[in-house]
């Protein structure tokens, strides 16, 4: 049996999020510099998405720039910017052809302008799309997020529109960037690394981990099978007691 066999079809995520990290680290394995892991990356994407897609996920996010990534070096951050754009551009038509509808989460308007108009273009070439959400994260960082929707929700406070009584959870999370979207049931993160890094810190409240030691240009769709055998083997209990335990 392949792995995909295994997975039981009825309980798969509507939701996966990916930390993909090991770029750097698998370059120097290579005597490379960082930019060619990252360039390697994006095959790595690719399988992801195909995984997704063959496991009708509705919402595949990834981690592809955090906003303390500013602080690496020039060049590696503009290596990065110029991957971003080369590839939305590249890949559009064929994203397009196989139904999948392109968003970003992150303040996008901090990004270079070549990479916002390649996005724009992008947005609305595949809005009408009716298949996997491919949620990029750009200059994303979940306590920016935060303190946007608590600005937000203040001025609606403030104005009178809405008023504290209010303020519940759903509210929340209809002022976060994933506004609309189910929580991730599932998040992966690569490279042996075992922390969030500033990812969907609301929306992961409940969400299953599985890392893995594979560096993120290694991954491959079976890495994504992986991870949802693990996740299926959970026991989500949502603070709950689990059946058998119940008697
Ligand atoms: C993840 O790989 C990609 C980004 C953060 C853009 P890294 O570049 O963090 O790779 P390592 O962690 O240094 O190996
Ligand atoms: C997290 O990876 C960000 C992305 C994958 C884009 P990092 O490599 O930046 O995170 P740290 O520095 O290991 O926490
Ligand atoms: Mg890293």
């Known amino acids: 049996m392949t792995i995909l ?18 770029n750097g680290r698998w370059a120097q394995q290579q005597g490379e510099d960082r930019l060619f892991g990252h360039n390697f990356g994006v095959e790595a994407v690719r399988e992801a998405l195909r995984a997704a897609q063959e496991l009708n996920v509705e919402y595949l996010t990834m981690y592809a720039f955090s906003t303390e ?26 994203l397009d ?19 916002q108009e390649e996005l724009d273009l992008a947005y609305e ?7 996997v959400n491919l949620v990029l994260a750009l200059n994303y960082s979940a306590q920016w997020e935060m303190v946007e929707a608590v600005k937000q929700i203040s001025d609606l406070v403030n104005s009178g529109s809405l008023d504290k009584s209010e303020i519940d959870r759903e509210l929340i999370s209809s002022h976060l960037e994933t506004k609309g979207m189910p929580d991730p049931e599932l998040l992966i993160r690569t490279s042996g690394e075992h922390r969030v ?23 491959k769709q079976d890495d994504l099978y992986k991870a949802v055998l693990d996740y299926q ?3 989500r209990r949502f603070g709950l007691v689990s059946e058998p335990l119940e008697k």
């Open 5 to 22: 066999e295994r997975i039981d079809r009825n309980n798969t995520p509507r939701h996966i999020a990916i930390i993909m990290d090991g």
């Open 197 to 219: 890094s500033n990812f969907l810190l609301w929306q992961i409240a409940y969400s299953e981990f599985h890392f893995t030691d594979v560096l993120w240009p290694d991954f």
């Open 125 to 131: 070439r595949t809005r009408n799309n009716t298949g």
């Open 97 to 115: 052809e196989s139904n999948v509808v392109i968003r970003t989460i992150g303040e996008t308007s901090g990004l270079p302008a070549s990479c």
């Open 69 to 94: 990534n500013w602080g690496r070096p020039k060049d590696e951050v503009d290596g990065l910017m110029d991957l971003l754009v080369r590839t939305i551009g590249k890949e559009v038509d064929e």
């Open 233 to 235: 083997s959970r026991d």
